[in-house]
């Protein structure tokens, strides 16, 4: 079994910035593939970005390219998201996500752990 604890969300102006952060236990980190999604009021869980196993490679959802950076600290457990130039299209609750395989996933069904979320609100 894996826990992950989403932090770090907030309320932020357009254009600001914020870090999440992802800290998991219960078993080794470096075997799982991370990745986190988010999920507005009334819409579809969505892919924003993701490691393959151990961090070689990393994809991001087109709409985040070039202001959202994924980033983990094994020695910590720990999955990061620091976002930067923010949007109000960005507000919703943000969630952590660990699965198994090699490869970057960005299909929700491909991850067997969630955490809680926590809320991104982007104010215009």
């Known amino acids: 079994q894996v826990q992950l604890v989403e932090s770090g969300g907030g309320l932020v102006q357009a254009g600001g910035s914020l870090r999440l952060s992802c800290a998991a236990s219960g078993r080794t980190f470096s075997i799982f593939v991370m990745g986190w999604f988010r999920q507005a009021p009334g819409k579809e869980r969505e892919f924003v970005a993701g490691f393959s196993q151990i961090g070689v490679s990393t994809d991001y959802a087109d709409s985040v390219k070039g202001r959202f950076t994924i980033s983990r600290d094994s020695a910590k457990n720990t999955v990061y998201l620091q976002m930067n130039s923010l949007k109000p299209e960005d507000t919703a609750n943000y969630f952590c996500?660990?699965?198994?395989?090699?490869?970057?996933?960005?299909?929700?069904?491909?991850?067997?752990?969630w955490g809680q979320g926590t809320q991104v609100t982007v104010s215009s």
């Open positions: 996500a660990a699965g198994f395989g090699t490869k970057v996933l960005t299909a929700r069904g491909g991850y067997a752990y």
